[in-house]
């Protein structure tokens, strides 16, 4: 970073306050306000249609609020283009994944970079991600079309990586996929975890999401009806599975 301007009491992290959006007249969101802490994975889960997606799609730039405020380490997000958000360290891996599938892995990964990193050691950058996907690696010249669905998320979460987000925000990262591939992917995401990135993580698949993040949030028809950190929230299982309209769990 050239110049940091943010000021010391700054709050260190993702906030988002305030925050009203939808896609015509009546907003999706409305006075959404919540934080990710530095080092934190936060997670808001909440049933199809909850507004999930349009509040991922609006901490990156690609949607307008018409209130709020949405601010990384002190400093605002609003009114930034997506691509200069992500040059802010703010990533997203969308719920379509957005993977080229008629290019190879190896070429996927390329783009991803030469967009999000231009200048950077590429070497290192791909090296890392080979790492943390070996999957990848051994994949690198197959069509990415031709990779499983749990290997897809692996490469657009990749690719996400290789703009060295300092937040990433993952949409249903486990969307269609078996729960052993599932267990993968938040494994990935748990050496991220110790890495000390900071995540926010939407998820209709609750259980999963609930145990993991530090903190979670349900969110139904836009609004934040519960909430609290992993211990409250995972204890309190057949809460949040009422509000996602989910049966109780079997005991
Ligand atoms: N591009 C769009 N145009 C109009 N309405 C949309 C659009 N995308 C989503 N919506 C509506 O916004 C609400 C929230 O959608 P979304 O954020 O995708 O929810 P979730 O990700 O939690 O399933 C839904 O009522 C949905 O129909
Ligand atoms: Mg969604």
Same mark, same amino acid.
Not at 170 to 195: F, K, M, T
């Given at each position: 970073?050239?110049?940091?301007?943010?000021?010391?009491?700054?709050? !260190?992290?993702?906030?988002?306050?305030?925050?009203?959006?939808?896609?015509?007249?009546?907003?999706?969101?409305?006075?959404?306000?919540?934080?990710?802490?530095? =080092?934190?994975?936060?997670?808001?889960?909440?049933?199809?249609?909850?507004?999930?997606?349009?509040?991922?799609?609006?901490?990156?730039?690609?949607?307008?609020?018409?209130?709020?405020?949405?601010?990384?380490?002190?400093?605002?997000?609003?009114?930034?283009?997506?691509?200069?958000?992500?040059?802010?360290?703010?990533?997203?891996?969308?719920?379509?994944?957005?993977?080229?599938?008629?290019?190879?892995?190896?070429?996927?990964?390329?783009?991803?970079?030469?967009?999000?990193?231009?200048?950077?050691?590429?070497? !290192?950058?791909?090296?890392?991600?080979?790492?943390?996907?070996?999957?990848?690696?051994?994949?690198?010249?197959?069509?990415?079309?031709?990779?499983?669905?749990?290997?897809?998320?692996?490469?657009?979460?990749?690719? !996400?990586?290789?703009?060295?987000?300092?937040?990433?925000?993952?949409?249903?990262?486990?969307?269609?996929?078996?729960?052993?591939?599932?267990?993968?992917?938040?494994?990935?995401?748990?050496?991220?975890?110790?890495?000390?990135?900071?995540?926010?993580?939407?998820?209709?698949?609750?259980?999963?999401?609930? !145990?993991?993040?530090?903190?979670?949030?349900?969110?139904?028809?836009?609004?934040?009806?519960?909430?609290?950190?992993?211990?409250?929230?995972?204890?309190?299982?057949?809460?949040?599975?009422?509000?996602? =309209?989910?049966?109780?769990?079997?005991?």
């Amino acid at each position: 970073m050239a110049h940091d301007t943010t000021h010391d009491t700054a709050f !260190a992290g993702l906030a988002v306050d305030g925050l009203t959006v939808g896609y015509g007249k009546a907003p999706v969101l409305e006075g959404l306000s919540l934080t990710v802490p530095r =080092g934190k994975v936060v997670a808001v889960v909440g049933p199809n249609g909850a507004g999930k997606s349009t509040l991922v799609r609006t901490i990156s730039g690609l949607l307008r609020p018409t209130a709020g405020r949405i601010d990384y380490d002190g400093e605002s997000l609003l009114r930034r283009r997506p691509d200069l958000v992500a040059r802010h360290g703010v990533l997203m891996v969308p719920e379509t994944r957005d993977i080229f599938g008629g290019m190879s892995v190896w070429e996927n990964l390329k783009v991803a970079f030469d967009n999000l990193d231009p200048g950077g050691d590429e070497a !290192a950058a791909f090296e890392r991600v080979y790492t943390l996907f070996p999957i990848l690696r051994e994949r690198r010249e197959q069509l990415a079309g031709n990779l499983s669905g749990g290997q897809q998320q692996m490469l657009a979460i990749a690719r !996400a990586l290789l703009g060295r987000p300092k937040l990433l925000m993952l949409d249903e990262p486990s969307l269609g996929l078996a729960r052993i591939v599932i267990r993968d992917i938040y494994a990935a995401l748990q050496v991220l975890r110790e890495q000390g990135l900071t995540v926010l993580l939407v998820e209709q698949n609750a259980t999963m999401a609930v !145990a993991f993040a530090d903190h979670s949030l349900v969110l139904v028809n836009g609004r934040i009806v519960l909430q609290g950190p992993r211990e409250t929230m995972a204890g309190n299982e057949d809460m949040v599975r009422h509000y996602l =309209g989910a049966p109780p769990a079997a005991r």
